[in-house]
Each structure stands twice: as C-alpha cells, then as structure tokens.
C-alpha cells in the first residue's frame, strides 16, 4: 500500500485533473454552440413555412393537434 501523497503529487493530481476539466467544458461550450445554431436555423425555417402557409390560405394554419374534420 502506498503511503500518503506528498504535496506535490497531490498538486500534480489536481493540475491534471483540472486540465482534464478545462478540455471537457471547452467541448461542452462548443457542442451547445452547435445546438444553439442548429436550433436558431430550424426557427428560421419554421417562421418561414408558418409565413407560406399563411400566404396560400390567407389565414392563420390550424394548430397541428387538432382532428381533422372527418372525426
């Protein structure tokens, strides 16, 4: 068994694990980026089918949970 850590293994631990940290934020900050653009695309999308579909009934698209007339 191996005796208490002395101080600067100890700080050589936690210099790795904070580097380890750093580089998994940094990952994580960069997949939410992603996210948010991909999310902010498909809002543009979404706003842009709302408008023609608008356009070619002149009124308001009918909420998409609502049963269609035949029930």
């Keep these: 068994m191996c005796g208490p850590m002395n101080t600067e293994e100890r700080i050589t631990r936690l210099e790795e ?23 902010d695309r498909m809002r543009r999308e979404w706003d842009t089918l709302r408008r ?15 049963r269609p007339p035949h029930y």
């Design 52 to 66: 023609s579909a608008r356009s070619e009934t002149g009124q308001e698209s009918p909420p998409f949970d609502e």
């Design 17 to 39: 694990a904070f580097t380890h940290l750093q580089e998994h934020v940094g990952q994580q900050d960069k997949v939410i980026l992603e996210l948010r653009e991909s999310l």
